[in-house]
């Protein structure tokens, strides 16, 4: 499945190349987020020529982009992905890409800063305690902690 040739795809290519060459990192004054040029669901993978870091707005964009540029099964997907920006949702007016963006860096903002008591950890800790887990829920924690590993790639851009 290749992507529609359309200015949407032009426009979605030439965010990816202008990100690709600034040689974005994170941990500094701005916000990036790992995003994968070919879609996990077309066969894009955690390497890292297939990650770029966009800000949180340019992010929202490419999403939208890849709505535009694609078509049937895969255009469906490309919805779903981008529904997740929605989870800010309002009833009359959506988000624009400026609010999602000031939205996610405030967030990001909250959760680096808020420290976990000592007693929040125990109390999580011992709710955990003595709990079996299923063979399905095992895997599942496999592969997250697999995911996670991979996803480093992107995070040490």
């Known amino acids: ?59 929202f964009v490419c999403h939208w982009l890849l709505t535009k540029m694609t078509r049937s099964e895969m255009k469906a997907k490309m919805y779903y992905a981008f529904s997740a920006f929605h989870q800010f949702k309002r009833k009359t007016n959506p988000l624009t890409s400026f609010e999602y963006q000031l939205l996610v860096e405030i967030k990001a903002k909250l959760v680096s800063e808020r420290p976990r008591s000592m007693e929040e950890r125990q109390k999580l800790s011992k709710s955990l305690k003595g709990k079996s887990k299923s063979e399905a829920t095992k895997k599942k924690f496999s592969d997250s902690a697999k995911t996670r590993a991979l996803k480093e790639n992107c995070n040490g851009k």
């Open 1 to 59: 499945m290749t992507f529609i040739e359309n200015k949407y795809t032009k426009w979605y290519f030439g965010i990816i190349t202008k990100a690709q060459s600034e040689q974005r990192q994170k941990g500094g004054d701005v916000y990036y987020e790992c995003h994968h040029i070919l879609p996990k669901c077309m066969g894009g993978t955690y390497a890292n020529k297939n990650l770029v870091l966009l800000t949180a707005r340019e992010h």
